[in-house]
């Protein structure tokens, strides 16, 4: 694609929007802190693996061939707790919400990352890790377990500006585990390690802390130092913190060049959160007959760096939005029909506008306004302007294309059609009223256009 302008990312550890750095080459990695599969996913969760995908999907635009990784803690405080809770072995717990979770993203429209690693599968790579950290000195052994000595660490907390920022209890830094030794609280779960004595703590026996199943994982599957690191703003303390200090106390060089956070979803009310008892779920957004791309839509109407408050009249508009911009697809589609399926080309004008607004921090709710400004532009061939809204659904990713499929009428329904054609031209119009009713009830609506009746899916 046409680049007008660099890429440009808000990243976290400059405090700034500065240009987006690859190595020498067109390969990027990318790296997203996935779900804890203790619960279903809520759609503040969701929010950042969508983001995420948009990131990808701009880095694909931008010519970079990516690799990313998402990994899936399948072993933590929460998903034990909840395994015990619920009377079953910790993978057939997390295995459940882990399906939930990627049909979630799936109907969202989410490409699944090149790599999904779980944590359970990289537990030799993190005791590799926590090795060396003891031999370094970053680390000790203390009755529970083995932790992080974070006053060994120059410079520790920069990416949460943690000198600067008033510290209540949670935020106080602190050593922090990166081995918890076996108690009665894990049941069933642990692992062999070679730390600690024998007699106290069974030869080590014991489960990592969250922040270095992140490090290891990383490490293992995309290497010292990742291009781009992703994750809610909630992780930038402690985790992306924690993340840092370990992994470069190892191996010296940068995690990450890039930083990146994405902004919560509240309820108007307040945070949304599983502690709060009011998260929403996309199986509640379907039960309340809204399509999981309605709330891919909204989530386009605020820069991923902003809060976004969450209602269900605010998913409603997005909703109507979007079948109206379906609708529109789907006439742009009929005329091009009649036009004898010219193939179109990409307008360049338009194709930069939108770059622009993507290489501006991924600015998706200019870049959705360039679409409207589009369709009612009418100074091009609808073939063109066609192609191009295509092309940009490559990065939207709203399944723009399935409005350009010609519409699977049943039978009953043509003939539902016919009949109140025949009515109308009879000037029966109570009748016509009653079929347009049963065309209703069957899913789709009718407009009189100046070329005939036209259907739609409702
Ligand atoms: P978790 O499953 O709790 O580990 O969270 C998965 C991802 O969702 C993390 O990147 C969190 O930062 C992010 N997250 C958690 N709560 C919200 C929220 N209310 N809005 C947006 N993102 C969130
Ligand atoms: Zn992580």
């Known amino acids: 694609m046409a680049l007008t302008s660099p890429l440009q990312i808000y990243d976290t550890l400059a405090r700034g929007v500065i240009p987006f750095r690859p190595p020498a080459g067109k390969k990027v990695t990318m790296y997203t802190c996935g779900p804890t599969v203790y619960a279903p996913a809520h759609i503040g969760n969701l929010r950042t693996f969508v983001v995420s995908d948009w990131w990808r999907r701009t880095l694909e635009w931008s010519g970079y061939q990516v690799e990313s990784a998402m990994n899936v803690t399948d072993v933590d405080d929460k998903t034990i707790k909840g395994s015990r809770e619920a009377g079953l072995p910790l993978a057939g717990f997390t295995n459940q919400y882990e399906k939930t979770f990627f049909a979630d993203l799936e109907s969202l429209n989410v490409e699944r990352s090149d790599i999904v690693p779980h944590a359970t599968e990289y537990i030799k ?110 992780l930038i303390f402690p985790h992306h913190t924690n993340e840092i200090a370990q992994s470069e106390a190892v191996t010296g060089q940068p ?35 809204f399509s999981p791309l309605a709330y891919r839509y909204w989530l386009l109407s605020a820069h991923y760096r902003t809060l976004m408050n969450f209602s269900w009249d605010a998913l409603e508009s997005s909703a109507i939005a979007l079948k109206k911009l379906q609708n529109r697809i789907a006439d742009l589609t009929t005329v091009q029909h009649s036009v004898l399926d010219k193939v179109g080309t990409p307008i360049i004008e338009y194709l930069n506008k939108f770059t622009e607004a993507i290489n501006n921090d991924l600015n998706l709710p200019v870049a959705l306004s360039i679409v409207w400004e589009l369709l009612d532009d009418h100074n091009f061939a609808p073939e063109n302007t066609l192609v191009t809204i295509l092309e940009f659904d490559k990065i939207l990713g709203l399944d723009l294309i399935s409005a350009t499929q010609p519409l699977a009428i049943p039978s009953e329904v043509a003939q539902l059609l016919a009949d109140r054609e025949s009515a109308r031209g009879a000037g029966d119009f109570a009748r016509a009223d009653s079929l347009r009713q049963q065309i209703t009830t069957a899913g789709y609506t009718v407009d009189d256009t100046s070329d005939g009746p036209k259907l739609r899916k409702i």
């Open 125 to 234: 790579n993190m005791i590799e890790m926590i090795k060396v950290l003891l031999a370094k000195d970053f680390a000790y052994q203390a009755d529970d377990g083995i932790y992080f000595r974070i006053a060994k660490v120059k410079g520790y907390g920069a990416l949460a500006q943690l000198k600067n920022q008033p510290s209540d209890d949670k935020e106080t830094p602190s050593d922090f585990a990166l081995w918890k030794f076996w108690d009665e609280a894990d049941g069933e779960v642990s692992w062999e390690a070679p730390f600690g004595d024998s007699l106290a703590n069974k030869a080590g026996k014991g489960r990592p802390g969250w922040h270095i199943e992140c490090s290891a994982m990383i490490r293992a599957v995309l290497g010292d130092t990742i291009d781009l690191h992703l994750g809610g703003t909630d």
């Open 255 to 289: 995690l990450a060049r890039h930083w990146l956070h994405i902004a919560f979803v509240n309820m108007a009310g307040g945070k949304m959160a599983k502690s709060e008892g009011n998260t929403i779920t996309l199986a509640d957004i379907i039960n309340h007959g």
